[in-house]
């Protein structure tokens, strides 16, 4: 069946660039997201992309997509404080809005 | 962007009784919304898809007669929690597919923490 992988944690110093990564084993994934979660509030949407491009870039978000390896990758640029939370990948498959989630990675920033 | 409004945002009730959670798009229409439940430091698991005007859809080992679906127009779908007992405490947390031009985006609401003691 589908699966999200990705890593638990990661600790960086602000200022520094994060990457945050996923895995998914769906190749007819459509679209991939990121989302980000802030503890005890819901899901925001930070950036998602098409299964058929490489990379897209958002202000201080770049995300980059190896499709052959099914790889997703999120790097935050000049991480800052506020940047701390948890952050989900997540897949969704034909045209259903199912999505199936990563178990999340929790962003620390150090000052 | 696109608002999901999610009510209540916390609810503490006691064993046997029943909670309903709402779940509104605020600005846009949604045929479908989604019902998430989420473990402490765990991810999201879906529930099941609320479908306007029909039944809703229940994942694989969600009992549909314990979490009852209501999506009766397109900004509002209820969950409701019958005789919660203590292993129903999560966050539970719903989105909205927008039917129109943000169609592939899926939009969260706050979630609900629901307590039952």
């Known amino acids: 069946g589908e699966d999200v992988e990705q890593s638990l944690f990661l600790s960086v110093r602000e200022g520094d660039s994060s990457v945050i990564n996923c895995t998914y084993t769906d190749s007819s994934s459509t679209y991939l997201y990121w989302y980000k979660q802030e503890p005890g509030a819901g899901l925001q949407l930070l950036t998602y992309?098409?299964?058929?491009?490489d990379m897209k870039q958002d202000q201080r978000l770049t995300v980059l997509l190896n499709k052959k390896d099914k790889h997703l990758s999120l790097r935050i640029a000049d991480t800052q404080t506020g940047d701390s939370a948890i952050y989900f990948c997540a897949e969704s498959t034909g045209n259903t809005g199912k999505l199936i989630f990563g178990q999340g990675t929790t962003l620390q920033v150090k000052p | 962007g696109a608002v999901v409004s999610q009510h209540p945002s916390r609810v503490i009730c006691k064993s046997g009784t029943s909670v309903k959670i709402e779940c509104r798009s605020l600005d846009f229409q949604a045929t479908t919304m989604f019902w998430y439940r989420q473990f402490p430091k765990k991810s999201l698991m879906l529930m099941a898809t609320?479908?306007?005007?029909?039944?809703?859809?229940?994942e694989q080992g969600v009992e549909k007669d314990k979490f009852l679906i209501n999506h009766a127009s397109l900004t509002l779908s209820t969950l409701t929690v019958t005789s919660a007992h203590p292993e129903d405490s999560s966050f539970y947390i719903c989105?909205?597919?927008?039917?129109?031009?943000?169609?592939?985006?899926?939009?969260f609401g706050s979630g609900t923490q629901l307590s039952v003691l």
């Open positions: 992309i098409f299964s058929n491009m």
């Open positions: 989105s909205a597919r927008d039917n129109g031009r943000f169609n592939e985006k899926l939009f």
């Open positions: 609320s479908n306007e005007g029909s039944k809703a859809t229940y």
